[in-house]
């Protein structure tokens, strides 16, 4: 076999044993400097990197984010528990190392990291034997891919990526001239939500933002009207006014939020792709 080959099936390893850790909800965890991701300067900073691509999120921006959400929330409370949902986990770096390197950090002798370090910071870091593995956490919030450029070249590594997270939920999106996306899945969400509903906000200087019309009524933005609407209603300022809205509209479905469904797969469409399956797994080895 040769050296090529032996390293291609390390990698396709690798990735099968990462992949299967994840699908059963075994990714490798936080390690001790995990940031809170209900704080709004930490979901100001990764939206920030997520809107600009670059390592660091900038200050200004995520400064104008942060006020932003703030006016969003505040305007409309049934917004206030939608939190953004990271790529991966904030701060955080799968680093894999050749076998010869990752004994030379079992026994302190391993300088590869330290020029990275001396500027990034000292991560808490956690050994994986098994890989060999490291998860570096560094406290803060980095763009995860920049973050994993800066450590794939450095002699002795294997593979450097994010601690990419699986699942879905609720999110937010910032795009460009302070607009953002809010929105609310539902439906078996760790596995992947089912359906989902959004809202697009502007944020105009003098802190009003304009949206696509909500409908009056639907206080809890969920698409119908019930009696959830009526908590939300006491948590806002519609008077009187809103008050009879809903009343008018009690045991509607809503409009106004954009509305995705997912469909889950069939046991027609399963079965005709295990059928393919063995169609291409006979066809291969006839060619064998």
């Known amino acids: 076999m040769s050296v090529q080959s032996m390293m291609g099936?390390?990698?396709?390893?690798?990735?099968?044993?990462?992949s299967g850790l994840f699908l059963i909800g075994m990714h490798l965890p936080a390690i001790g400097q995990s940031l809170d991701l209900t704080d709004s300067a930490i979901e100001a900073d990764l939206l920030a990197v997520e809107v600009t691509g670059q390592l660091l999120?900038?200050?200004?921006?995520a400064e104008q984010i942060q006020g932003d959400l703030a006016?969003?929330?505040n305007t409309y409370p049934a917004f206030a528990d939608i939190r953004v949902r990271p790529y991966w986990m904030p701060g955080e770096l799968l680093v894999g190392l050749q076998p010869t390197a990752f004994a030379?950090?079992?026994?302190?002798?391993?300088?590869?990291?330290?020029?990275?370090?001396a500027s990034l910071g000292v991560p808490d870091i956690q050994a994986y034997s098994f890989q060999p593995t490291l998860v570096l956490d560094f406290g803060r919030v980095y763009h995860g891919e920049?973050?994993?450029?800066?450590?794939?070249?450095?002699d002795g590594v294997r593979y450097a990526e994010p601690n990419y997270l699986i699942g879905?939920?609720?999110?937010?999106v910032a795009g460009p001239n302070r607009t953002y996306t809010l929105s609310?899945?539902?439906?078996?969400?760790p596995a992947g939500c089912i359906s989902r509903q959004s809202w697009d906000f502007t944020v105009t200087s003098d802190g009003v933002f304009s949206i696509p019309e909500l409908p009056v009524g639907d206080y809890d933005l969920d698409g119908d009207f019930d009696g959830m609407d009526f908590l939300g209603w006491q948590g806002m300022t519609h008077g009187a006014a809103g008050l009879n809205a809903w009343l008018d509209s009690y045991g509607q479905a809503a409009s106004g939020a954009n509305v995705a469904q997912v469909p889950e797969p069939t046991g027609l469409a399963v079965l005709q792709l295990a059928l393919l399956g063995?169609?291409?797994?006979?066809?291969?080895?006839r060619q064998s």
């Open 9 to 18: 099936d390390a990698q396709v390893l690798r990735r099968f044993v990462l």
């Open 57 to 61: 999120p900038s200050e200004a921006l």
């Open 71 to 73: 006016v969003i929330r």
């Open 104 to 117: 030379q950090y079992e026994n302190g002798t391993f300088t590869g990291f330290d020029p990275l370090f």
């Open 146 to 154: 920049r973050l994993a450029e800066l450590f794939d070249n450095i």
């Open 168 to 172: 879905d939920g609720d999110d937010i």
């Open 184 to 189: 609310r899945g539902s439906g078996d969400c």
């Open 278 to 285: 063995s169609l291409l797994w006979q066809c291969c080895r």
